[in-house]
């Protein structure tokens, strides 16, 4: 089993529309969660960044951290075109140092 | 403004010729890593140099070397490229290594071996 589980897609919504991502995890140490969006042939650059539980906001993103659960989601509203990449969630504890975990990516398809 | 470049950005190799990936960042960070991203799965990290400090992961193969001559730079050589090694290698900084600090990553090299 993987550390990291995260559905690989493709997630296709029409523009406007909410995407909803997420990712579950198995080892219960990981503190620190990021949301990684990955276009294609590029590298990966850091869109979220949550430390523990509860929800982070920022413009049309929004991250949760569900502990008890295991379970993080973003979510991404009024979705245009442009989001359309695959989006690759992160997570570290604190004697990981800077070693992230990787889930696999989804890949996200925002239609006109 | 290009803080993480790598090069190539493709590159072609034959089954057991030995190849060399390149890294270069402006960022002066102090901390540079490289991750093996193999088609739709998650980017595994094989080593990281903090400073001239070298750290390989456990799982990391012996025909995966790294060399960081300066902090600018930092090569990734594969000695005997398999079929397995074909992937998208992302080379990585960071301005030290507290939990959570922020890596950014290069565009990537895609390695194919025929």
């Known amino acids: 089993q993987k550390e990291v589980e995260q559905d690989p897609g493709p997630l296709s919504v029409p523009e406007g529309a909410i995407v909803s991502l997420n990712c579950t995890y198995s080892?219960?140490?990981?503190?620190?969660f990021m949301w990684y969006r990955q276009y294609s042939r590029k590298g990966p650059e850091l869109l979220m960044y949550?430390?523990?539980?509860g929800n982070k906001e920022d413009g049309r993103f929004t991250a949760q951290v569900d502990k008890s659960s295991k379970y993080i989601s973003l979510f991404i509203r009024d979705s245009q075109p442009s989001d359309s990449a695959t989006y690759l969630c992160?997570?570290?504890?604190?004697?990981?140092?800077?070693?992230?975990?990787f889930g696999g990516g989804t890949r996200v398809l925002v239609k006109p | 403004d290009a803080m993480v470049i790598q090069n190539p950005r493709y590159q072609v190799t034959q089954f057991g010729k030995p190849v060399t990936l390149s890294c270069s960042q402006t960022?002066?960070?102090?901390?540079m890593y490289w991750y093996q991203q193999k088609s739709s799965q998650a980017p595994k990290l094989l080593f990281h140099?903090?400073?001239?400090?070298?750290?390989n992961e456990a799982d990391t193969p012996d025909n995966f070397q790294s060399r960081r001559p300066n902090t600018s730079f930092c090569f990734l050589d594969i000695r005997s490229p398999g079929l397995g090694d074909a992937a998208m290698y992302l080379c990585?900084?960071?301005?030290?290594?507290?939990?959570?600090?922020?890596?950014?990553f290069g565009p990537g090299t895609r390695l194919t071996v025929t």
């Open positions: 140099y903090y400073d001239k400090d070298f750290n």
């Open positions: 992160a997570m570290t504890f604190g004697a990981a140092g800077n070693k992230l975990t």
């Open positions: 080892n219960s140490a990981f503190q620190y």
């Open positions: 960022l002066n960070h102090n901390v």
């Open positions: 949550t430390y523990s539980s």
């Open positions: 990585a900084t960071s301005r030290g290594l507290t939990v959570g600090e922020e890596q950014y």
